[in-house]
């Protein structure tokens, strides 16, 4: 397993929100999580992408424990609520000031990130300008423009139109094929069914359940 949650606790302010969850996650697959409103999910990702620390338990990433051996994953694209993008610049701007933090992705890697999500890198509009799934498209952009080991997206198709979707179905499968693990949680479950080949449920901070879709395997005897 690539990533492994052992017996993950998260307390906040003396409330549970995440309550002994282990599991792992294997690169190449598509993992999804459903649950209600406040089962956990977003803090489950938060947790993953080393945005908060567990009370108790280890998040380990390729052996190495989050929070000892490394601050954050090394390779990781994640989407996470309302991303924070600047009003003032360009989709293709904003994504050059994020990409030279770490200088993985050059110029043509956003042009070509930028079509993928069905927005014009050429666009001359502002941030501040974009509609809502415009904004989510350029979120998504931002998750997966360096080709990381690992993909975090908190409700990927929220505000997108019948193309949007079928652009996030296209990136996923490809971001798959090139070995990515994917985590994705959404609300619409015939979607996540299509998206996943796994899916774990969450209730109250708890993983309730897990079912296997295992596309892959379908055509096997
Ligand atoms: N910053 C915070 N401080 C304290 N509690 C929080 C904080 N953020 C979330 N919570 C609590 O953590 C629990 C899990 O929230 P989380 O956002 O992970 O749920 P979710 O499954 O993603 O829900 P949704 O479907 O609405 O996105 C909820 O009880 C929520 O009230
Ligand atoms: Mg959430």
Request: glycine content about 10%.
């Amino acid at each position: 397993m690539y990533v492994e949650l052992n017996d993950v606790s998260k307390q906040i302010r003396r409330s549970p929100i995440l309550s002994h969850i282990s599991v792992g996650f294997e690169k190449g697959r598509v993992y999804g999580l459903k649950g209600k409103n406040g089962s956990g999910k977003t803090m489950l990702l938060r947790v993953i992408a080393g945005l908060i620390l567990p009370s108790s338990g280890q998040v380990r990433i390729g052996g190495k424990i989050l929070g000892k051996d490394m601050s954050f994953p090394e390779s990781i694209g994640v989407l996470i609520e309302n991303p924070s993008f600047i009003g003032g610049e360009t989709g293709l701007s904003n994504l050059s000031i994020l990409a030279s933090i770490q200088g993985k992705a050059g110029k043509k890697d956003l042009e070509e990130t930028l079509e993928r999500v069905g927005l014009d890198p050429s666009d001359k509009r502002t941030y501040r300008k974009y509609s809502l799934g415009m904004k989510q498209r350029l979120g998504i952009a931002a998750a997966i423009m360096e080709k990381p080991d690992i993909i975090l997206l908190d409700e990927p198709i929220n505000a997108l139109d019948d193309k949007g979707v079928e652009a996030v179905r296209a990136i996923l499968a490809e971001e798959k094929a090139r070995g990515a693990l994917i985590i994705v949680a959404c609300h619409d479950e015939a979607e996540l069914r299509l998206l996943s080949d796994e899916i774990f449920y969450m209730q109250d901070g708890e993983l309730t359940g897990h079912e296997i879709l295992d596309k892959d395997r379908e055509d096997e005897p």
